[in-house]
């Protein structure tokens, strides 16, 4: 399965972001999964990239043709996807993977995730997307997405495919549902 990553290009300000990316690397090549992402070489985008490469997986990254971004694309990949603008790399990526996760990150993380639910939600993708945490992270996602179901500006059904966790076993298990 390929398994399409958003994350960070950030370390974040505790080292428990780094040792969940090193962890979802692992479990990644472990289970025999290959990994598509931003392909950048920074932050936790690289964490992630250099785990699943030193543990002998497959990785793809989706760059967009733009400075900086370009010019620290992560060196090891097996794949290289260069496209035009944001949009296109969350396009591409859409297409490419199969399942999605999404580990702590900012804006764009957020940007990128929130496609995927809302094309889920409108029966345009049925890909799952797990949104990953540790410490908390997503729970405040958690409020908003009952706040959705609670104000019936949502139903239940436009949240099948997603979940929030922060146990990677539970992750696997959803990813692998039909």
Avoid at 37 to 46: I, Q, R
Avoid at 138 to 163: G, N, T
């Amino acid at each position: 399965m390929k398994i399409g990553v958003f994350l960070s290009s950030r370390m974040g300000k505790t080292g428990a972001y780094r040792r969940l990316t090193e962890e979802l690397g692992r479990w990644l090549v472990k289970n025999g999964h290959e990994l598509v992402y931003g392909g950048e070489n920074y932050g936790l985008m690289a964490v992630l990239a250099d785990t699943v490469l030193a543990e002998g997986g497959r990785a793809a990254g989706v760059i967009p043709n733009l400075s900086p971004m370009k010019e620290n694309a992560h060196p090891g990949l097996q794949e290289y996807h260069y496209v035009l603008s944001m949009a296109e790399r969350k396009s591409l990526m859409i297409k490419l993977a199969d399942g999605f996760i999404a580990l702590p990150g900012g804006i764009g993380t957020l940007d990128e995730f929130s496609e995927v639910l809302c094309l889920n939600a409108i029966g345009a993708l049925d890909k799952p997307l797990v949104l990953l945490g540790t410490g908390g992270y997503y729970e405040p996602f958690r409020a908003v997405q009952e706040k959705i179901l609670e104000e019936r500006m949502a139903d239940e059904s436009s949240f099948e495919r997603f979940l929030i966790t922060e146990d990677l076993d539970e992750a696997g298990k959803f990813l692998a549902r039909k």
